[in-house]
């Protein structure tokens, strides 16, 4: 037993042991909690992991007379004399559902797919795609004989999905759980109240959203300067139509965390905002015959003037905003992304515009940046990352806009600031990401963050972490 025994010393003779760095990567399992620098250290592993890993086609040809979303892009490639029906390419929309199960997906050309992620996952790592061109990898596959632009799913019914399209007034709502290739309900806008647009090329609707409330109600913006709002249980038609006084065609829409202010985003670069509370803290809806919203305007191009560190440029002109989002880790955080790839975050509680992001013009690169086309980027759900297209070349920028002055986007960043916390040495950088094709839409998986890219050619771009 002598042997075990561990004779008693001084404090002079046995010193303490010197203290070692905590293993970063334990302490939030060790503490229950994720702590600022760990979250951020752990933003730029994800986004150094990201690169293109497969290219998926969108190759049908088993209906009469073939895929038309496949044949446009075989002509396209081929340069054959087709209708100019039959060049409108690219994916316009991507989601997925609230559990990441499905992926919906619509083209210009106007199909409807739906695909399941796990399955489509999987094919990363089968045979090329050209063996694989047949709908059974697919859940729904509908041809609308319309060009889509926006789809969304009901997030409190994962059965359903709505499509909406520039070129038409309606908003078709199909059920995965149906074979069939027609909606299995149909809401009309009808002929607005207010709109003086009496021309078809106002009648369309750009985007759509489901309030998150209740699955009955359902949101989009129209190219007549309004925001339609239906409640599928009383009619068909609109139950609020909420308008602007310039009129000019709205192309995208949001809703705050607790479904009680529109924001809508215009052609002429300004973001409007409604209040559907009427000065009354019930919910809208429940009495839509009797809400008096107000509408407040924000314009992006004064709010880039009034920067400090904008004053010095020459005076910055209103763009076309193509997009908007909220952060869904910061819901104060309404992102923007305007038609000269610009991209920047509006804080709704101090309506200011706290990140920005320039990159370099598209006519570097010998693009035509006046025939832009619309573009969809996407947060990451975590981590305040902005996945946007490249509007110069083909590529995916992977934005920095974590709210705080940190952040490489932030309009006042000040790189020496990042060495005054030891800890937080080696800030997340924004990241770009080369790809195969120009991207006009991006849907992040909501558990993995697996990005998944719509592109002009209407592929889909993975990248995987």
């Known amino acids: 037993m002598e042997k075990f025994i561990v004779p008693v010393h001084s404090p002079q003779q046995n010193p303490k042991p010197p203290l070692r760095p905590h293993w970063k990567r334990m302490i939030p399992e060790l503490e229950g909690g994720v702590p600022f620098c760990y979250r951020r250290q752990a933003s730029q592993l994800l986004l150094d992991s990201l690169a293109e890993v497969r290219i998926f086609e969108h190759n049908y040809r088993t209906e009469p007379g073939g895929c038309p979303t496949h044949m446009a892009r075989m002509a396209n490639v081929a340069n054959l004399d087709m209708p100019v029906s039959y060049f409108r390419q690219g994916t316009s929309g991507l989601e997925f559902d609230t559990k990441g199960i499905y992926l919906a997906s619509v083209t210009k050309t106007g199909c409807l797919t739906v695909q399941d992620f796990e399955t489509l996952y999987c094919r990363i ?100 300067g309004a925001i339609y709002i239906w409640d599928k249980r009383l009619s068909n038609s609109p139950c609020l139509e909420l308008t602007t006084n310039s009129h000019s065609q709205l192309n995208t829409i949001a809703l705050d965390l607790e479904d009680r202010v529109v924001f809508g985003a215009s052609k002429q670069g300004i973001i409007y905002a409604w209040d559907l509370r009427g000065g009354r803290s019930s919910y809208a809806f429940q009495s839509h015959n009797d809400v008096r919203c107000t509408c407040i305007i924000f314009c992006v191009s004064y709010l880039f003037n009034i920067l400090v560190n904008f004053q010095a440029q020459s005076n910055i002109v209103s763009r076309e905003i193509h997009s908007i989002r909220f952060d869904p880790s910061s819901y104060h955080q309404l992102a923007f992304h305007l038609d000269d790839g610009w991209s920047g975050v509006l804080n709704v509680g101090s309506f200011n515009v706290t990140h920005v992001h320039c990159p370099p013009p598209a006519w570097l690169d010998g693009m035509d940046i006046t025939s832009s086309i619309m573009r969809r980027p996407s947060w990451l759900p975590t981590c305040s990352i902005y996945a946007v297209g490249s509007s110069s070349g083909n590529g995916l920028y992977l934005l920095d806009f974590y709210p705080s002055t940190s952040s490489a986007c932030h309009v006042d960043f000040i790189e020496e600031s990042q060495n005054t916390n030891r800890d937080c040495r080696g800030a997340v950088k924004n990241k770009y990401v080369p790809v195969s094709q120009n991207i006009l839409v991006c849907a992040v998986h909501p558990l993995n963050e697996t990005i998944i890219a719509g592109t002009k050619v209407s592929f889909h771009d993975m990248k995987s972490s």
Request: aromatic share 8%; hydrophobic share 30%.
């Open 125 to 224: 790592y089968g045979p090329k795609s050209s063996s694989l061109e047949d709908e059974t990898k697919d859940l729904l596959h509908i041809y609308t004989s319309k060009a889509l632009d926006s789809v969304r799913w009901n997030p409190t019914n994962q059965d359903e999905v709505a499509c909406a399209s520039r070129q038409h007034d309606k908003v078709m709502l199909f059920d995965i759980g149906y074979i069939s290739s027609e909606p299995v309900e149909v809401l009309e806008k009808g002929k607005s109240k207010f709109s003086r647009h009496t021309c078809e090329l106002y009648n369309g609707l750009s985007e759509i959203m489901f309030a998150s409330a209740d699955k009955s109600r359902l949101l989009a913006s129209g190219l007549d």
